[in-house]
């Protein structure tokens, strides 16, 4: 079948997909993946289709990840984006799904669903962090992570309602061109296309958050969408000499974030290195700044694969974003994050309360003397080193890749077989005409012949 996949991100949302498009290639699909057009040659190198997205991922991620933003401020600045981008990537996304025979997406809020309502296709939602709702934790952009359960429920319907009020306004005329109804105001996510149950796969692992009790069958968590080897890279003699050194040094990169005067971060990163007495490779190039470095640094310009470097630093220290956090702890790495916005606390969090390292300090809150305490510590503090080998060796063996394309293959065939008169499912989630899907409690485990194990 002709799948179409869009991924509308920066490298830690594409990454994943060109990983499960190659997963549904094995499986004899003909996979595209659309994205922002910086991601073309990743895409291509794979031997998947591109299409690609109006605009910048850079400059789409720095709109929407400002200094402590959070809660409503940050979807406020999601919809203001989506304000000014909505006529070209409706056009865009409109040629990428035109042979299109499933679409698979992450969220933007129901602007792909449509256009999978329109053509009558099958949908699959993928996402990296907490969107459904549930009592165990918020919305990952609000505010209040351990506010209770009553919060926890109320975000998901206030951001729900906020998303559901701007589509309202951006996507009426759209639909009413294209012969569909306007959308409702809806305070919850929206997992019905054309009578079909949306499938809704988590790239998460439950060993960071289990899965919660209220979701229902059509969500699925697959476990890290991750790479089964490491990447084949090259490094520099100098680069291979320094990780060869001892001490060992830990890794500090903080991805496409940016956050105010960046130069005052790296000032930051650098003095708290030297205070702490820590060898560090560091990332540079966020947002567009350069760090020199010295006999106990080592600046790193240019694309070095997480899972390569990873199994080579002692500890990492990072956003916390959802792909980076779990390259990390797949390496058995302690973790520090220091998150910028978006679900990046909600990641540091879970790191936190797994005992995988220090506790996180928010990007405005930042110091030399708060970082030099927490790089000590990170190194230093045995018990994180334990706690993130046992997590590793058992991220390492979800294979969330094989699940999530086993997945995807049985509910499409499924939603395929349904026509336009849904039958109602059994209680696993599938109709037994057409194969079943084991219940567990974390991961969802498909019963097919191409289920793997690393």
Not at 55 to 70: L, Q, R, S, V
Request: charged residues 20%.
């Amino acid at each position: 079948m002709r799948f179409t996949m869009i991924c509308i991100g920066t490298t830690g949302d594409v990454q994943p997909y060109v990983l499960l498009g190659n997963e549904l290639q094995k499986q004899g699909h003909d996979v595209a993946i659309c994205a922002f057009i910086e991601f073309e040659a990743l895409v291509r190198e794979n031997g998947l289709r591109f299409f690609p997205l109006s605009g910048d991922a850079h400059e789409f991620i720095n709109g929407i990840m400002k200094p402590g933003t959070k809660g409503v401020s940050y979807l406020k600045q999601i919809l203001e984006i989506f304000r000014e981008i909505i006529d070209p990537f409706l056009n865009d996304l409109q040629a990428a799904c035109e042979d299109a025979e499933v679409i698979v997406a992450t969220y933007f809020g129901n602007v792909i669903q449509s256009i999978a309502e329109q053509k009558r296709v099958p949908f699959i939602k993928t996402h990296y962090f907490p969107m459904d709702p549930n009592r165990q934790t918020p919305i990952s952009s609000a505010p209040g992570l351990r506010a209770g359960k009553a919060w926890n429920l109320m975000s998901y319907r206030l951001a729900y309602l906020l998303i559901s009020t701007m589509e309202q306004h951006f996507l009426t005329n759209w639909r009413k061109q294209e012969g569909m109804p306007p959308r409702r105001l809806e305070s919850t996510p929206c997992n019905m296309v054309n009578g079909h149950r949306v499938p809704v796969l988590y790239a998460m692992s439950p060993l960071l958050l289990p899965r919660p009790v209220d979701w229902g069958e059509h969500i699925y968590m697959t476990g890290f969408w991750l790479p089964e080897k490491f990447d084949d890279y090259q490094p520099s003699p100098e680069m291979e000499a320094f990780l060869a050194a001892e001490p060992k040094p830990l890794y500090i990169g903080f991805g496409s974030m940016t956050s105010g005067d960046m130069s005052e971060t790296r000032e930051i990163v650098l003095e708290a290195v030297r205070r702490s007495g820590v060898r560090a490779v560091i990332a540079a190039g966020w947002g567009g700044v350069q760090a020199e470095g010295d006999g106990n640094v080592f600046v790193v310009e240019g694309y070095v694969p997480h899972d390569w470097l990873f199994a080579r630093v002692s500890a990492v220290v990072h956003h916390g974003g959802a792909g980076t956090t779990a390259a990390g702890l797949c390496a058995d790495r302690p973790t520090l994050v220091i998150p910028f916005g978006g679900d990046q606390p909600f990641w540091a969090l879970r790191v936190r309360m797994l005992g995988l390292g220090p506790s996180p300090i928010r990007r405005e809150k930042l110091t030399v003397a708060k970082l030099a305490k927490a790089l000590t510590n990170l190194t230093s503090v045995v018990g994180y080193r334990v706690a993130a080998e046992r997590v590793g060796r058992q991220l390492r063996a979800e294979n969330g890749v094989h699940t999530a394309a086993d997945i995807i293959e049985k509910e499409v065939a499924y939603w395929l077989s349904q026509k336009d008169a849904p039958s109602r499912r059994d209680k696993t989630g599938f109709s037994r005409r057409t194969g079943s899907i084991r219940l567990q409690k974390g991961i969802h485990t498909p019963r097919h012949p191409r289920a793997r194990t690393r």
